[in-house]
């Protein structure tokens, strides 16, 4: 996990954007992704991005990939309460192992 | 159809004593890792299984882990003689192809050694 951080909190409004930030360190990354955990369940696959897009966008999801810094951003357009949980970045540098970062608990207010 | 799943989902034990927690992947899938997640924490890589290759257990953290797969099904984690310090989520995952994209995760068990 020390190779893959993200700041641990974020407070939003209902109905605002919110951003989570990821920076990771290996550069042969072939695919960067974010996953979601609710609470006593396991994780679920949100969206991932190749190394070779600087954008996706999904829906309410949008993933900003910038390869030079090795940053990795997820936004949630229009908040809602159901988004409330804990997102991981992960990025996969060979051809399995993922690595983690600590997760960012996002708690979205009324 | 049916995900990952695991079992027991919750597990305590007295330190000292021998666990053993259960995955069953998704049908058909090859590869299957397992992950430990302590509180707060990112999930760590433990051991990866891909049909009947050797598997990668480069993430154990110990001697006292060990894992086992029966061909491409049921994985069964073993921790023996467990102390405080292993208490965390244990997370199993698997995917059609080692080299797939997706990893679907399976609930975990979470082990609370006293």
């Known amino acids: 996990g020390e190779d893959v951080e993200q700041s641990l909190f974020l407070s939003v409004r209902e109905g605002d954007s919110s951003v989570i930030n990821c920076t990771y360190t290996d550069s042969s990354s072939t695919y960067l992704y974010w996953y979601k955990q609710e609470p006593g369940a396991g994780l679920q696959l949100l969206t991932y991005i190749f190394s070779n897009m600087d954008m996706k966008q999904d829906q309410r999801l949008t993933v900003l990939l910038n390869k030079k810094d090795k940053h990795l951003s997820l936004r949630i357009a229009d908040t809602q309460t159901g988004d409330s949980a804990i997102y991981f970045c992960a990025e996969r540098a060979n051809d399995y192992k993922l690595s983690f970062g600590a997760g960012t608990t996002v708690t979205v207010r009324a | 159809g049916a995900g990952v799943s695991q079992s027991p989902s919750n597990k305590v034990t007295e330190k000292g004593k021998d666990v053993e927690l259960r995955c069953d992947p998704i049908s058909g899938h090859t590869a299957l890792y397992w992950y430990r997640q302590r509180l707060g924490q990112g999930l760590e890589f433990l051991i990866y299984?891909?049909?009947?290759?050797?598997?990668?257990k480069s993430g154990l953290p110990s001697d006292r882990f060990s894992a086992e797969r029966t061909g491409e099904s049921v994985s069964t984690l073993t921790i023996q003689r467990t102390q405080q310090e292993d208490s965390a989520v244990y997370l199993c995952?698997?995917?059609?192809?080692?080299?797939?994209?997706?990893?679907?995760f399976g609930p975990g068990t979470r082990l609370t050694v006293l």
């Open positions: 995952a698997s995917s059609r192809t080692g080299t797939a994209t997706e990893q679907f």
């Open positions: 299984f891909q049909g009947n290759s050797a598997p990668d």
